[in-house]
């Protein structure tokens, strides 16, 4: 169950629409690195949560519920961005539109700004939608729920990460001082969000408790093979030397190494193609 209050979480000021801004703002809702994708992730992740321990159901919950205002502010924000753009092809060059005029003169290319208002102007009415930059829909495809809450929680670190990036070049891009305040707010919360996610890593066991799941007996893998470097390069350069090529590894349970990477296995030999199958007769019939 879920409640709502019509007032923003952070205040969303405009003093001076910029459409082309609006169309960056768009990558922070729906692009990979966005808004939706974390609120979903987050959602997803605490629907699929099993456990005694219910705190981390409970935190995924509570997020991924603050990203839905995430979403309302960075959907205002397009919105008021759009204030005063124009209706037609026409009205854009008209000099009745002063702040189209600005943001299509100089570096902004007239039929990027253009094409992405005619899409917001007939698909939302000057509103927000739920795409990236590029106008294509979010898909899904980068919700992360593994129903394995580290795992979770490590990709959750790399969501917020990734976001943060966004935010601090939209940050950098906006010229707007109500939209940098807006992403001021935003970056401190991707702060706040890695931070609980790396704590949770840190409650579940950190390091101690790779490798991921800790639930399979390591004993059933190869384990000469669990903590060799395996260097893909031209044979005789030397891999690189890190912290991920010699001494302890990071769970404590092995020592790192290096080695060339060599075939083991055999080339591959597949069976002749089935008839039916499309292929040539001379894949079917063997030699």
Not at 5 to 19: A, H
Not at 38 to 50: K, S, T
Not at 125 to 151: I, R
Not at 255 to 275: D, Y
Request: overall charge negative.
């Amino acid at each position: 169950m879920y409640f709502h209050d019509k007032r923003l979480q952070y205040p969303v000021r405009v003093e001076t629409p910029d459409p082309l801004f609006a169309r960056q703002l768009q990558q922070a809702i729906g692009g990979v690195e966005g808004e939706i994708r974390v609120c979903l992730q987050y959602f997803f992740q605490a629907w699929g949560a099993r456990g005694p321990d219910t705190r981390y159901r409970d935190m995924l919950l509570h997020t991924a519920t603050e990203e839905i205002g995430h979403i309302e502010m960075l959907a205002t924000a397009v919105a008021l961005n759009l204030e005063n753009a124009p209706l037609t092809l026409q009205e854009s060059a008209a000099e009745a539109s002063p702040v189209v005029n600005a943001v299509l003169g100089g570096e902004r290319p007239r039929h990027i700004v253009e094409g992405m208002l005619q899409r917001h102007l007939l698909s939302t009415g000057l509103a927000a939608m739920p795409t990236n930059a590029d106008g294509v829909p979010f898909d899904c495809s980068h919700v992360y729920a593994s129903g394995n809450l580290a795992a979770d929680m490590y990709a959750n670190v790399t969501a917020e990460a990734t976001g943060r990036t966004l935010a601090v070049r939209l940050y950098n891009a906006a010229k707007d001082p109500g939209m940098r305040d807006m992403l001021s707010f935003l970056i401190a919360r991707d702060t706040m969000h890695q931070q609980q996610w790396l704590a949770a890593i840190e409650e579940m066991g950190g390091a101690a408790a790779l490798p991921i799941p800790n639930s399979f007996d390591q004993g059933l893998e190869r384990q000469e093979f669990s903590y060799v470097y395996m260097a893909t390069g031209t044979e005789g350069v030397p891999p690189p030397e890190g912290r991920f090529t010699a001494g302890p590894s990071m769970d404590g349970r092995g020592q790192f190494s290096a080695m060339q990477a060599t075939p083991m296995g055999e080339a591959p030999v597949l069976g002749p193609a089935r008839p039916g199958s499309g292929a040539q007769n001379e894949q079917i019939k063997p030699r």
